[in-house]
């Protein structure tokens, strides 16, 4: 779809959507048509800035969703694909700050420590191992609260119900007694790394 087809069909949903008509579905078709010809760069700008497929794919779908909903407000400044990338990669930040929050939020990294920034930036796979690595000296459950909770970022209630914890304190408990051990080892690995290093950069290099 050519920029003059493109304006015309977003003008022509911008003025449904104002009065509150139905779309036509030769007009809707066209829409699905817009979104459906970025589907794979929403995913390609997901997936490197996440540096994980499932998140990628959460991400993307939460972009088109996003996109969709907002598409009445979408004045054609810019091209339609670059204002929906746009959208992706603020959902990406926005996935990587809260990563990167946690991480501070619960003491394994000073706010301000970089390394928490290296740490939420690192590809999936990457974090994951560093994560399996610094909790390889826990017990195994220390361990598998240790992953769900800093690698699938679950919150802390739900990891008390997905591990079958029973003590008062769940999973905060549990957290709490690793975290010192944890925090150590992994400001000593990304210190070892550079903290920019990658894994499979490295590798290939």
Known sequence: ????????????YREHY???TPIPRALAAQVDGLFASCQRRVYAVCRRMSGSEE????LAQDTLL???RKLHEFRGDSAFGTWLYGIAR???MNA????REVLSEDGLLETGDDRASVLAGLRREEREELVRQA????????QEAVYLRYVEDLPQDRITKLLGITQASGARGVLQKCRRTLARELRARLDALGH??????ASIT
């Open 96 to 99: 990587i700050r809260r990563r």
């Open 18 to 20: 104002a009065e509150g």
């Open 135 to 142: 909790a390889s000296t826990l017990s195994p459950l220390e």
């Open 55 to 58: 998140a990628a794919l959460d």
């Open 66 to 68: 996003t996109g969709y």
């Open 196 to 201: 920019g290093t990658s894994f499979f950069r």
């Open 90 to 92: 603020g959902l990406c």
């Open 1 to 12: 779809m050519d920029r003059a087809t493109e304006r015309a069909v977003l003008t022509a």
